[in-house]
């Protein structure tokens, strides 16, 4: 077995030196019954070639948004991504060190978690930002769960239509405390009004007023973003508490839903409330700058059933990818990379709702954005997936989701817009 | 004229990304944009400060840095309750498929059958691993893994009206998630106090249960972070059972048990299995990690949402509500889908009995370094041990020798250190697991430096030990001056 170094005669020569002839021996507070279980109903050991097979068999049996007509989004992204991620990423002395305990001998870990830090702070407007959260949804979870902490009230309000995977992980988040819930209007009970901007269909919004209504009650205004490219074309969330949300569309892969990048920023008066790991600049003994994980205070391993979340990913090699990419487009790469969405964003509007019967309710976005048609939205997906085209998402029974990014071409646009036409003529509302 | 910085030899100075001179041309070529009226209903963000640099120099950047980390594939790692084991390069190569990869997770799931398929073998996989058949694949992470399993035991309860059962048992050997996890599900946490003898005995076990009224579960690591196997398990998930509380496995430690012994027949209910850890998913510097819950089918109908599930030929994600009982969605999408791919991989290439020479090897790797260390350092609790071995430095300590200096001894070694001061139970514990990938020859090393540490000791040689590393790219850092001041992301100065 080539993972595994042991010969019959080194593991004899290590059970001699313990004093033992069988492994067994080592095994002795094992329940009898329980020991050396032999019915598993699966195969023995395989070489390289016979499980990439099997692993080329299932990857083949799907249909990846990479053969093109892909106009799906909805909180994961196609998007293009450089080769140098996942050169980097790859690299042994990232994807294959441990979260840096050690700070003496992780500083290139602990350095890009800073850089990331810093990234995502200057991209929400936000004083400061955690090393990083499991996706979008438990992010936005835990953003509740803190508004909780800071205002000790019970009651959330989502202001702007949420992701629904988003709305399902708060709830059952939530549905653990007593008295804790989702509730469409502000009081002076509620901890938060989450603000999802672009929205689940699409719709960027402003904060002024919300921030007007949260200082009113005394509640925390927290904004959620499911495609982080929309940050380099709409303003920044400045006036917000707490900025959460995906960041996968940076460096990472669709990778059919995980792993994706939770990220997480807020104001410095925040901070001891923070769930999750941060890194802080600091010196060695010789006086050189180095980093390290800090404030653990507020952690599990420290504080136990008083942390403020049981988290302990930094979710690091994502972060990582997010870093290396931030980097390839820089200040002008990512501003250009959200004009470049929304114009093709644009030129799919235009050619959808040159469709006739096609209509778009909402005339602001910033990569996709809902299309209204007479017939059943399932039905009609699913003729366009019978023309390979993956149309978006059914958002309700007479609406799609529909999403460009700079990978769809005009020609697959062109393609969407005919197929469309074709479709809404055959199939009767 | 330019300062020179302190790069010497191999040993690079490397700026951050904001200290750079920002070059006129980002490290990407992108059409240019046709600047055409915005349609978003609200003027173009203005300038946001970020770093500018070219593809070359971006290159440079990560790579100089990445030479300041240790890695598994740089050496021995032998951090306790961690299982740093190798990380195979097929099952990198795997995940990368451009059918895995590129695949969005709403596509209709005519598109997806063979990832829902591989999903569904792994969730096969791990419940005939485990004999724990009712399997969710979604929970990110361990921690995420026993949100997801306390949940459960918490839906099953409320759905049986047992509003009474409030508390979870946790002993104090446990990782500090499983305290945090069980508060954030709303729980009282009752502390089993294990300090005598490193394991949870029959009568502190039954003290903690009281009559049971309002137990809710338990949570145990078994074999626990004092590397023992708990011998009165059965025994005590017998009493758990019966005063109506269910058994909370954390699968941490598994790599002790997989392929030899099922949690099942330890009389577990739902525990988590870290795919980054038994089954050999990269670290990556903490993440992303994987934590799927495998249960009994008494507790199935409570796991999170969404399963996949098998109709003759075909393959679905459960819909959302097909499942009332469920505790509900943890996380957008899934779970980590591409994580999945890599541990299917590495348990098709192991089989069953390369899995269970996996948790022989460990077990007596951990034994060879115990018994060659004994005579050096304090057992706290007699062996044999499973995976991982713990020892103290009392015995050091008397001569002003700590666990840390003997940790940060290991790094001027070129070796990772132990996972230090934990368990909470020893003082200044050195938890050792070594896994089944290491050579004897590298286990040989890591007793020999362990060895020398002592004799040093013992001979009055402890200044240098004070000091170390002196060879690593930074010497002991001031972790106060971080909590003190806190500097937490790069400002314009």
Known sequence: ??????????????????????????????????????????????GELAVERTMNQYANQNRPASAGRFFLGAGAYYHHIPATVDYIIQRSEFLTAYTPYQPEIAQGTLQVIFEYQTFIAQLTGQDIANASMYDGATSCAEAGLMAMRVTGRKKIMIGTPLHPHYRETLMAYLNNLPDADIEDHITSDTACVIIQSPDFLGVPHAYDDWRKRCDAVGALLVVVVTEIVSLGLLPAPAQADIVCGEAQSIGLALSYGGPHLGFFAC???????????????????????????????????????????????????????????MSLLGEDGFKTLARLNHEKACYLADALSGVKHVKLPNPHFFNEFVIEIPQKSDVVLDHLRRRDIIGGYAVSDHHILVTATEMTTDDDINMYARALSDILTEVSA | MTQIDDTRGLDYHESLLWEKARSDTPGVDLPTPENKPLRTGQNARAEIGLPQISEPQAVRHFVRLSTKNYSIDHGFFPLGSCTMKHNPRLNEKMARLPGFAHLHPLQPMETTQGALALMCELQRWLGELTGLPGVCLTPAAGAHGELAGIMTIRAAHLHKGHHHKTVILVPDSAHGTNPATAAMCGYTIRTIPTRETGRVTLSAFKEALGDGYDVAGMMVTNPNTCGLFEKDIREISDLLHKAGGYFYGDGANFNALVGKIRPSDLGVDVMHINLHKTFSTPHGGGGPGSGPICCTPELAPYMPTPIVIKDQNTYRLEQAGERPTSCGQLKGFHGQFGMHVRALSYMMSHGKDGLKRVSEDAVIHANYILSQLQDDYHVPYAGPCMHECLLTDKI??????????????????????????????????????????????????????????????????????????VSAPRRRLDEVKAAKEPNLRWKVS
């Not at chain 1, 080539?2 to 010969?7: A, D, E, N, S, V």
């Not at chain 1, 390290?292 to 090699?317: D, F, M, P, W, Y």
Request: hydrophobic share 35%; proline share 5%.
């Open chain 1, 1 to 46: 077995m080539r993972y595994l170094p042991q010969t019959k005669k080194s593991r004899d020569n290590m059970l001699s030196a313990i004093g033992v002839t069988h492994v067994d021996a080592l095994f002795t507070d094992v329940p009898a019954e329980a020991l050396n279980h032999n019915q598993f109903n699966l195969p023995d050991h395989q």
């Open chain 1, 267 to 325: 104001r410095e008066k925040y901070l001891r409330q923070m769930p999750g790991r941060l890194c802080g600049r600091t010196v060695d003994a010789d006086g050189k700058p180095g980093f390290v994980l800090t404030l653990s205070t507020r952690e599990q391993h420290i504080r136990r059933e008083k942390a403020t979340s049981n988290i302990c990913t930094n979710q690091g090699l994502c972060a990582l990818a997010f870093t290396v990419h």
């Open chain 2, 396 to 469: 050091q300590k008397e001569k002003g020798v700590t666990t840390l200096d003997i940790a940060k001894t290991l790094i001027e070694y070129g070796m990772h250190p132990m996972t230090v001061y934990f368990p909470l139970v020893v003082q200044g514990a050195m938890l050792i697991e070594p896994t089944e990938t290491e050579s004897q020859a590298e286990l040989d090393r890591f007793i020999h430096v362990m060895k020398m540490v002592a004799q040093d000791v013992t001979a009055g040689r402890t200044d240098t030990l004070h000091t170390y590393p």
